[in-house]
Nanobody, 124 residues
Framework: QVQLVESGGGLVQAGGSLRLSCAASGSIVNINAMGWYRQGPGKERELVAT???????NYADSVKGRFTISRDNAKNTVYLQMNSLKPEDTAVYYC??????????????????WGQGTQVTVSS
């Protein structure tokens, strides 16, 4: 079974930086788009950034100019470099990927595969 595992979260002071990673593992044929989402306390999950196979990126207005999404296709990994962090960035960050994989000799394609999340806390 294909899994996504996020890492790199932690506690950081306002103005600091963190680099999140999300690695996909399992019987993967290929990965199309990848993205990062976050969910703050008492809030709905929201889109942070996405990146296509060709490297086209999209960002939420709240993080433009501060966050950078990138990917390493050979490692099936997506990254989120977060600079100039603000307290309002505090949330659990989740990665998502569109994956073509195999299970029991059969192909499957999912656009709804999520990692377990990594906590980012920004103190003032």
């Amino acid at each position: 079974q294909v899994q996504l595992v996020e890492s790199g979260g932690g506690l950081v002071q306002a103005g600091g930086s963190l680099r999140l990673s999300c690695a996909a593992s399992g019987s993967i044929v290929n990965i199309n788009a990848m993205g990062w989402y976050r969910q703050g306390p008492g809030k709905e999950r929201e889109l942070v950034a996405t990146i296509t196979t060709g490297g086209r990126t999209n960002y939420a207005d709240s993080v433009k100019g501060r966050f950078t999404i990138s990917r390493d296709n050979a490692k099936n990994t997506v990254y989120l470099q977060m600079n100039s962090l603000k307290p309002e960035d505090t949330a659990v960050y989740y990665c998502n990927a569109d994956i073509l994989g195999t299970e029991g000799g059969s192909y499957y394609y999912t656009t709804d595969r999520w990692g377990q999340g990594t906590q980012v806390t920004v103190s003032s």
